[in-house]
């Protein structure tokens, strides 16, 4: 028997069996040779074979607490987790020191979401093994998984500390990432592929990493050698995707959009709970909006089940009295953002006598935006190093009655913390252009050109249509700094604009703008400088391709928010992109006095620009179709007189457009919490008030 497991630790297993099957058959009343037989079966993949061995075993040996919990691996390996619950509960029942059984119990328990007996067999497990380094590495990915990044970092570490391996240096740079410590991040991961070349997973951080510092070709690199290996990886493919939009890169787009297209339909179609695509960045890539739905639902539904392993349903706080109602407000974005410019100057709106407003900050950042937040608020509080289980319990422990995400699946939300249900209403409003596709956000706010009622199917959320969607402040606008000339643009010719993301930016969009370029002689784009991303010179190249010279494009340095804003009083006409609208970039030109042109689409992040063009009092401005939208262009620009009128017309509405109003666009906000509030209490079970019509 000696002889077949030394080869069974050589990897010569057919010989390993062979030498246990003939020790079985010179010792069949001894339990040795039927565990080491079924192990070397159970191996190769025989498992019905390792099973009659493990049951015979335990014929002689009922109370034998390993081959109870060998067992147990042997009915996961089947699926059967029911079985293998019992098992390794028998098997630590038998020996409560089997530290293998605490450990198989605790992976199983991950496995199935239940996260408090997870956590707990971990820590027994630990406490009668604490050298064992992949015991802290699996409790640490444990923790990590529902946000408890603290913990998470010090079981990597200590994993480390006692066998330093690849796995254990991706997941502490993961974790490090998670926790904006890119610096040190970035070494963990090289440490993992220096001791294992291969490994994809670091590779797939690494590109992570570069894409969100804007190292675009790095991440590529880093995104390519993933995929190369993993090519059924969906993520991975919509993020590879991304950087090439924002590289401007649309050699072979036909091709490619239907590649990601046809993988998005397998994801959808097959079970499991591998990771789908950032769903923010999905939306650049026209897809049906009953797919969005569909890719929500998925996140969502991965999300109930975590919130669930985490902690029972909150109570109810009580319904507001003489007190206000509590309005909470749930983002990593106060502060100067896209989201946070358009929501600073909401807060000091809210009527004090009637709401109280709290707002949880999922970011440590402060800076002018975030402390205009803070000054509108009755309560601010940083709750960006708790884990979402925490920040659920501050929530309910303040008593909120509607909590309000204006992140969605956006960069550094926490949606886990809706999912936990921590307030009895919850809504989504501003930051996330489409649906959560989740029964613990019940609400969407939009108006009617966001949302008409055609859409709704699209939505899980229910709408709550207000006269306009958002409303903003009007931004300070600074005055441009020199002339047309000072950036580059001609002092007399026609100027159209595109300010936005170059992502948001694709091949059908960009010619059109070129069909408007060459029937409006000697009129110029102005775009986004993409810096060393290698856009410009993509963009340009295309424009070359298109019959344009390249000359005709001119791109602008990325400034500070006052002086980016005084750009578009240098231009003539924003040109909106047609997949994925201008938000709030379209509010900054329309506040700085430019009118914005707009095509709607079929989903939520495609009729943002529609939205703002009917709340600003430019309705004329949406088109009906993209050929509508090229000739509405090129007469503009042929037609200063026109283009006068309407920059005037925008100069005289903004004291007064429904989009600059932010008093009267929140007393409507309020109006409509008070409604939702009521209509909770009217269908919670036991309420006895009445609702007046």
């Known amino acids: 028997m000696a002889a077949g497991s030394q080869a069974r630790r050589g990897g010569d297993i057919t010989t390993a069996i062979g030498h246990f099957r003939a020790a079985l058959e010179l010792q069949p009343d001894r339990l040795a040779p039927y565990n080491n037989l079924a192990n070397a079966l159970q191996e190769t993949g025989d498992l019905e074979g390792a099973l009659a061995l493990y049951r015979k075993a335990l014929e002689l040996a009922p109370d034998h607490a390993v081959l109870h919990c060998n067992l147990g691996g042997l009915w996961q390996l089947k699926g059967d987790s029911t079985r293998a619950l019992a098992a390794y509960r028998h098997a630590i029942a038998l020996q409560p020191d089997l530290y293998l059984g605490h450990y198989n119990l605790a992976k199983i328990l991950t496995a199935e979401d239940r996260f408090g007996s997870a956590e707990a067999a971990y820590r027994e497990a630990l406490r009668l093994k604490p050298d064992q380094a992949g015991i802290h590495l699996d409790c640490g990915q444990l923790y990590h998984r529902y946000g408890f990044v603290p913990k998470a970092i010090e079981r990597y570490r200590a994993a480390l500390r006692l066998a330093p391996s690849a796995r254990a240096y991706n997941a502490l740079g993961a974790a490090l990432q998670d926790w904006g410590n890119v610096r040190l991040a970035r070494a963990s991961y090289r440490r993992a592929l220096k001791l294992e070349p291969g490994f994809e997973l670091p590779k797939y951080n690494l590109a992570q990493l570069h ?19 993993t090519p059924e990886n969906i993520k991975l493919r919509y993020h590879l995707e991304m950087v090439r939009r924002k590289q401007a890169d649309w050699s072979d787009a036909e091709t490619r959009l239907e590649t990601l297209s046809v993988a998005t339909e397998r994801y959808l179609e097959r079970d499991g709970d591998d990771e789908g695509p950032p769903l923010l960045g999905a939306l650049a890539f026209a897809l049906p909006p009953s797919r969005y739905r569909a890719l929500a639902e998925r996140i969502s539904a991965q999300l109930s089940r975590q919130a669930r392993a985490l902690a029972d349903p909150f109570e109810a706080p009580p319904e507001p009295g003489p007190d206000p109602l509590r309005i909470g407000y749930l983002s990593p974005d106060f502060r100067c953002h896209a989201v946070g410019t358009l929501i600073a100057g909401l807060f000091e709106h809210h009527r004090r006598s009637d709401v109280e407003i709290h707002a949880y900050s999922l970011t440590p950042v402060r800076d002018e935006w975030t402390e205009r937040v803070r000054a509108g608020c009755d309560h601010f509080s940083d709750v960006s190093l708790k884990s979402p289980l925490e920040i659920a319990r501050r929530i309910h422990g303040d008593g909120i009655h509607i909590l309000v995400d204006l992140a969605g699946y956006t960069t550094h939300s926490r949606p886990l913390v809706l999912a936990l249900r921590p307030a009895p209403v919850q809504i989504q409003f501003l930051g996330y252009p489409g649906t959560l596709g989740a029964d613990y956000v ?5 108006d009617r050109h966001l949302i008409p009622p055609e859409h709704e199917p699209f939505y899980r959320e229910r709408i709550v249509r207000l006269p306009n969607a958002w409303a903003s402040a009007p931004p300070s606008v600074a005055e441009p700094a020199g002339d047309r000339a000072a950036c580059g643009l001609p002092e007399s010719a026609m100027v159209y604009c595109c300010l936005n993301g170059i992502y948001k930016i694709e091949s059908g969009v960009f010619a ?66 047609l997949v994925y609208n201008a938000g709030a970039t379209a509010v900054g030109a329309l506040a700085a006095g430019l009118p914005v042109l707009t095509c709607p689409g079929g989903h939520y992040a495609a009729r943002m620009g529609a939205s703002l063009s009917h709340a600003v009092g430019l309705p004329e401005l949406v088109c009906a179709s993209p050929e509508d939208y090229v000739e509405q262009a090129v007469a503009l620009g042929r037609d200063p007189t026109r283009r006068a009128e309407l920059k005037r017309r925008l100069a005289a509405q903004l004291d007064s457009a429904p989009l600059f109003d932010p008093g009267a666009f929140v007393a409507e906000l309020e109006a409509a919490y008070r409604r939702l509030w009521e209509e909770y209490l009217f269908t919670t079970a036991g309420h006895s008030g009445a609702v007046d019509a």
């Open 512 to 577: 059109l703008w070129m069909r408007i370029l060459e029937r409006v002689p000697e009129s110029v784009l102005w775009l986004l400088d993409g810096g060393e991303s290698g856009s410009n010179a993509r963009l340009r190249e295309a424009a070359r391709t298109a019959g344009i010279d390249p000359d005709r494009l001119i791109f602008a340095p990325k400034r500070a928010h006052a002086e980016y804003l005084a750009h578009y009083r240098l231009a003539d006409l924003f040109l909106d992109t």
């Open 211 to 229: 894409d969100n510092q804007g190292e675009l070709q790095a991440a590529r690199i880093y995104y390519e050698q993933a995929l190369a290996s």
């Open 442 to 446: 019940t609400h969407i706010i939009a």
